[in-house]
């Protein structure tokens, strides 16, 4: 699936940049150094004279020079990425450049990225031979989902001498869309299969004919048999009765549910182990381990609104990226999709803040995982409170049959029951409604915590009412029949996962 995600590659010649020419460092030294002839011109005027003609040859020798460069119009740019733009993931991107002059050139080459790939756009040297593709290579965290845009290639390239250079562009802008978390680790992805074929083969032996609408098989008609059941087509080909057989249904239809209101703008301070990360020439190290989101920061404190420090690696050799509540819940949609649809079940998609953002029917197949993976890669936080008792409305003309609804949102601190309570008993009284709940542990800290002046003494009673205020919130739901999980940030893929074979397995639905 990931292949099918990568952006096209995008190929243009270059153009020559307004004031497209400048003098090398050595072009300038070479001035400088002919500053020295007015040491002697002090006590013989013809020195002064040498100083003019040295300037003037060494200007003229750049004039040559800059003119007998080959044109940008003879210089082809591609751009082609290696893999996927996801989110917090290490992203390849491939330069490659071919001139098609007789001269050889000394490159330097600038990506003008979006911010969102890549903060600090780095500059590599080159050197190009003749009608020869040389590459260069660019490594990149993207910080930010959904669609940026890729801006120019910039060139400067010199001639032998080294004494004048030109300046072009290459038109490489193109739109690139980076995709919430997909991966999981090969342990995690083994454990998932292994769960969901010993669910299988269990339901296998429990299969019951005679119940349920989904096809099963034919035989003749038996007296009792229902007039509804009677397969006419077959009838009139066999010339007796036939009747279908049903059994109950094995493909089940899951919602995922996102909230994208407020509190989804959360954001927190992950980190990721990383090996070898080299230093940085113009790309970050190669991040390796987990996901991101498996190690928290201690004590980070929640940041509400923009993104903080960005692929940075500190001294503990840990990548840290600034991700919000929303992108975590996306990535943990895109893991369940991918679990419910290797189950046999069909997964959708709801995503909504005040209204509705992003809307898939279930389904199941790749080309859907796709769509889904699309979907989240362009959800966005809202700056108000999410209509609740809208999307319940929505799911509740969706989905008519009993199905299984994967709500995934944060409980809002407040004295009156909060609207998500309401909306998520009344499609429980049709459908099984699992709700993973986001949580700070840092909340459960500041009430365990001893304080030791009157401040935080305050600040640990007020945590300590939030905490029970959740707790009774929780415990309603329950009593509505709602299931709940309660989860951190970091562990809502694996506990949303589980949750849901855990529901698998006990046939709830």
């Known amino acids: 699936m990931i292949q099918t995600l990568v952006p096209e590659p995008v190929k243009g010649v270059a153009r020559a940049r307004r004031f497209g ?3 090398t460092p050595r072009a300038l030294l070479l001035l400088v150094a002919g500053c020295l002839f ?15 003609a040295w300037d003037a040859l060494v200007l003229l020798l750049a004039a040559v020079e800059t003119a007998t460069l080959p044109g940008p119009a003879q210089i082809t740019v591609e751009r082609q990425f290696e893999n996927s733009p996801v989110l917090g993931e290490p992203t390849r991107i491939t330069l490659e450049i071919t001139q098609n002059s007789n001269k050889i050139l000394e490159l330097w080459v600038t990506d003008a990225l979006h911010r969102a790939l890549d903060p600090m756009p780095a500059t590599q040297r080159l050197v190009a031979y003749p009608r020869d ?3 260069a290579t660019i490594e990149c965290t993207p910080n930010t989902r ?28 193109q739109r690139i869309r980076v995709y919430p978390p997909m991966e999981r680790s090969p342990e995690d992805t083994q454990l998932y299969l292994l769960r ?10 429990l299969r019951l004919r005679g119940l349920g609408r989904e096809f099963e098989s034919l035989r003749e008609y038996q007296p009792g048999d229902e007039m509804r059941n009677i397969a006419w087509p077959a009838t009139a080909r066999r010339g007796k009765p036939i009747t279908r057989e049903f059994t109950t249904e094995r493909s089940q239809q899951v919602w995922i549910v996102i909230d994208a209101g407020r509190l989804s703008r959360t954001a927190f301070e992950m980190r990721k182990r990383v090996q070898n990360p080299g230093p940085r020439n113009g790309t970050l190290g190669q991040a390796q381990g987990g996901l991101w989101g498996t190690q928290r920061e201690a004590n980070p404190g929640p940041k509400i609104g923009t993104w903080g420090t960005q ?11 600034t991700v919000t509540q929303l992108d975590l819940a996306s990535g943990a949609a895109v893991g369940l999709a991918q679990a419910v649809m290797q189950a046999g079940d069909k997964a959708g998609l709801l995503v909504y803040g005040r209204g509705i953002q992003q809307q898939l029917l279930p389904a199941a197949g790749a080309g859907h995982l796709r769509q889904f993976v699309d ?10 409170e999410s209509n609740h008792p809208g999307a319940a409305a929505r799911l509740k003309h969706l989905q008519r049959r009993r199905g299984l609804i994967l709500w995934i949102t944060e409980l809002a601190d407040s004295a009156r029951r909060p609207e998500v309570v309401d909306a998520a ?55 509505q029949g709602v299931l709940v999980v309660e989860t951190t940030p970091g562990t809502v893929k694996a506990d949303a996962i589980n949750e849901y074979l855990e529901v698998k397995a006990r046939g709830l639905v």
């Not at 007015?38 to 003019?52: C, D, E, K, R, Y």
């Not at 001498?161 to 072009?168: K, P, Q, S, T, Y």
């Not at 692929?311 to 990226?321: R, T």
């Not at 700070?440 to 935080?456: G, K, N, T």
């Open 21 to 23: 020419y400048a003098l």
């Open 38 to 52: 007015t040491i002697p011109g002090f006590f013989h005027l013809h020195w002064v004279w040498m100083m003019a």
């Open 133 to 135: 593709a040389v590459r």
């Open 146 to 173: 959904g669609d940026v845009m890729a801006g120019e290639v910039f060139l400067r390239y010199r001639g032998a001498l080294r004494l004048g250079e030109r300046w072009a562009a290459a038109d490489l802008k």
């Open 196 to 205: 969901i074929r010993q669910i299988a083969l269990e339901k296998r032996r």
């Open 311 to 321: 692929g940075s690696v500190d001294s503990d050799q840990n990548l840290v990226l």
């Open 375 to 384: 979907s989240l890669s362009q959800v966005r936080a809202e700056l108000s």
């Open 425 to 479: 008993a009344d499609l429980a009284r049709r459908h099984l409604v699992l709700m993973v709940v986001l949580g700070h542990p840092e909340l459960q800290q500041l009430a365990a915590r001893e304080p030791e002046d009157v401040e935080q003494m305050f600040v640990s009673t007020a945590a300590m009412e939030v905490m029970e205020r959740r707790r009774e919130v929780l415990a309603l739901l329950r009593a």
